[in-house]
């Protein structure tokens, strides 16, 4: 057992006002934990209670053999010590989860009152995240201001208030009370001079813009008509006025697609050889307009640093309802019954056949990028356990583990399957995730039901309708298949096995993504891209060629 020494500190600005925590934590000795957050609007005693009742919930699953609690304020120790006795309404509620939480915790408890000076590392860590909170509130607030300039000075006013101040940023000086009585003392600039200098950067660029030779992008992507992307680059760009030149071959010939590669800046959609991105000189920006990558050789792209390849994550919310709608027609039988009903045969009670409520059940999430993660909301609204899987976790996924039961890397491919009711598949098809549910992993969904968003490929084809056809899977929903329609044959069935025949699978024909906004937002997403480049600014979504997506 070990023991452990924990300093927290909550603070306040003003009193009341917006609030943060400290903590920090040190386990034999050793810094194990710091925890600095903003928490909303309270008082100071409000803050230091919630700084501690988090502190207790990290000691509690250390579970040491002893724990030292350093708080700087007196009342807060007094209090819990039970030398005074709570009488604010507002902090009796906290007092009561402190002690909720002490009967959890078998370890020795201490709370030792700390002078503030002896308690500056917790200290420190509330005021930085107090200071970076009202800094992201005055950034916010001085967005909304309008800014007029005088010969040596600006005037800034607010778009409701008729009250206008005096700002000069030379100085920097401003007529407003908040540069007067806090803005100095906190080391914090007002938002009026804040909305100067957003004005002075926005016109700074405006005057770089002008120089800026026109940018031409390169159309190729067949998603939609070249009339359809002509209109909608058009109308975005109506208010913002970018020197833009939007290119749409007439021909798609590649001698007339070579022509303009030279000269491309951005280039949407299309396939290119090495020849041909060795003549794409000023290329900076390769825009898939959808999601999946799986179809282009991003070998070619390995070495051209220069180049940033991109896709659209817009279609996460539609692809995520779309599986719940799947998961629900397992669950419910909502096919065979329609399927049946429409023949006058009757399923539920009569035939003593109950459908599934999934509240209490568990949900497997194989990738948790941003439609799993769109996934995984929907099934913690609807009271399911989520278990899911990321091929890497990064520091802010750990945010996501306040509504997951589990979150593993790749080695624990076989515990999520395990654990869960439903499992969707819901990653990048890679070399490495090609036959990522073989015969081994079906094997252990007995009993279980499997949907696919993802890409057939990523299952085993043959594998997976055996498991269906002698109904060792329960079911399965599958959104991405195996074979598709071609210019040449227009209609096909979406395997070389018989899955249509089979009673306990629900097909759907890859249109997980396609929804009423889905063009829209599509478009929306690779002009705000092209924006970022026309700004000299990274842009969004960028695919790693060695990673493959």
């Known amino acids: 057992m070990s023991k452990v020494l924990m300093r927290v500190d909550g603070s306040c600005y003003p009193n009341p006002g917006n609030m943060a925590i400290g903590i920090v934590i040190y386990q034999d000795g050793e810094l194990v934990k710091k925890i600095s957050e903003a928490i909303g609007y309270g008082t100071n005693n409000i803050a230091e209670y919630k700084a501690l009742i988090r502190g207790l919930e990290e000691i509690k699953k250390i579970n040491p053999e002893r724990a030292d609690i350093y708080c700087d304020s007196q009342l807060v120790v007094n209090q819990l010590n039970k030398k005074f006795k709570v009488r604010d309404k507002g902090i009796i509620l906290l007092f009561n989860r402190v002690e909720e939480i002490r009967q959890t915790i078998p370890s020795k408890l201490n709370f030792i009152w700390e002078r503030r000076n002896h308690n500056s590392i917790a200290d420190d860590l509330a005021k930085r995240a107090l200071l970076e909170e009202e800094a992201i509130k005055r950034e916010k607030a001085a967005k909304d201001l309008k800014v007029e300039r005088k010969v040596d000075y600006f005037v800034v006013s607010g778009s409701k208030s008729k009250k206008s101040y005096r700002v000069d940023v030379n100085i920097p000086q401003c007529e407003c009370s908040d540069f007067i009585k806090r803005s100095r003392k906190i080391k914090l600039e007002c938002k009026h001079i804040m909305a100067v200098r957003n004005f002075l950067q926005e016109e700074k660029e405006r005057s770089c813009l002008k120089k800026r030779a026109k940018m031409k992008v390169l159309v190729l992507s ?53 020849e041909d991105l060795d003549q794409a000189k000023k290329l900076k920006l390769f825009q898939i307009p959808f999601t999946g990558v799986d179809q282009l050789d991003l070998s070619l792209y390995k070495n051209r640093k220069d180049i940033f390849i991109c896709n659209v994550h817009t279609n996460r919310t539609a692809v995520a309802e779309h599986a719940f709608a799947l998961i629900l027609a397992l669950a419910k039988n909502i096919v065979t019954n329609d399927r049946d009903l429409r023949l006058g045969r009757w399923h539920g009670f009569s035939s003593k056949e109950p459908t599934i409520q999934l509240q209490g059940k568990s949900l497997g999430i194989i990738g948790l990028g941003s439609i799993g993660w769109e996934i995984a909301k929907i099934g913690y609204a609807l009271g399911m356990k989520i278990f899911a899987l990321k091929r890497e976790i990064k520091e802010k996924d750990l945010e996501k583990k306040k509504i997951l039961e589990f979150l593993g890397a790749n080695k624990d491919l076989e515990k999520v399957i395990k654990e869960s009711d439903f499992i969707v598949i819901a990653v990048p098809l890679t070399e490495k995730t090609k036959g990522l549910i073989g015969k081994k992993e079906l094997k252990l969904m007995q009993g279980k039901y499997l949907v696919n968003i993802s890409r057939g490929a990523v299952i085993d084809e043959e594998a997976l309708f055996k498991s269906l056809e002698e109904h060792y899977l329960s079911g399965a929903a599958i959104d991405t298949w195996y074979q598709y329609p071609t210019n040449e044959q227009k209609e096909i069935l979406p395997s070389q096995y018989n899955f249509h025949k089979l009673e306990n699978v629900v097909m759907s024909p890859h249109t997980a993504g396609y929804s009423d906004r889905a063009l829209e937002e599509n478009i929306k997403s690779v002009f705000d891209n092209i924006v970022r480049i026309y700004y000299g600014e990274e842009p969004e979504n960028q695919i790693a060629p060695e990673l493959e997506y």
């Open 222 to 274: 067949k998603m939609v008509k070249p009339q359809i992307w002509k209109e909608n680059f058009n109308k975005l760009n109506k208010k913002a006025k970018f020197d833009l030149e939007f290119i749409i071959p007439k021909a798609d010939e590649r001698e007339e697609i070579k022509r303009y590669l030279p000269e491309a800046e951005v280039i949407i959609g299309g396939s290119f050889s090495k």
